[in-house]
């Protein structure tokens, strides 16, 4: 049975945190600051804590940062409903598994958890810039580390219009797939280089993946290298054994504004520009 720390600084929270996870077949602990968590840490082993982020005595960040010198530490799933990016950065820098918005439904919750727990060893991404208008990451090729950075990267967008926002955060997961899956071959050991840059009028994506890069008119497993039918690439990925899908890259060119290789098309890059409403 997985042991699971809560730590928050909100009665009601802990609560019904810990009815949601008990009923659940967790076993569970509380603690209403880093402090006490630091002490329920010493006095047992926890598989993952379900970390606040703004506590009195310690808060959460401080808590991470000293955790991160500590062996077997358990994997941190960071709450919170602070959307600043420097907030949610600081959490992945202190490697925290990954970041949830409060307040989130208990099923989703619970889902999220079992994501964790179930993950294989979890490999580092390092935070190479954590200022609004500049984002920079440097992220495993595993598909694990797209689905651990995700939910962080969409919450950097949090004030754009709920459909530009979603749009925006599939262009970039299926990007980062295809440079995590070609590129890198799904090798833990190859990292990929990401950027976001934020301006008053514009959105840039850059991903740069250590692979040899591609010819876009020899993609027979994707539907854009057969312009004259949609669904011929679906017979070339079963023959392969991939797995279905194939439209991302001619679904992401119909939803940015801007889609840029570089020579060797290891590197892309692309532009969504925003109403000044935004």
Known sequence: MSRILIVDDDRTTRHVLQGVLNGAGFSTGVAKDGVEALKALRAGRYDLLLLDVWMPRMNGLD?????RTRKNRPRVLVMTSDDAPET?????REQAFTCVH???????????????????????IEVISARPEWVELVVPCTREAVDRI?????????????????????????LLLNAVEWGGRLDPNRTVRIACLRS????????ADPGPGFNIDDLPHAAIG???????HSHVREEKGLRPGGFGLLTVRAIVDELLYNEKRNEVVFVKYLDQSE
């Open 63 to 67: 808590l991470l940062a000293r955790l």
């Open 88 to 92: 949610l950065l600081k959490a992945v």
């Open 102 to 124: 409060k307040p989130v439904d208990s099923p989703v919750l619970l889902d999220t958890i079992r994501e964790v727990l179930e993950s294989p060893a979890v490999e580092r």
């Open 150 to 174: 995700q939910p962080v990267m969409a919450r950097l967008d949090a004030t754009l219009d709920p459909d530009v926002r979603e749009s925006i955060a599939y262009a970039f997961r299926e």
């Open 200 to 207: 008053k009028r514009m959105l840039m994506y850059r991903i």
């Open 226 to 232: 057969h312009d004259g039918s949609p669904i011929a």
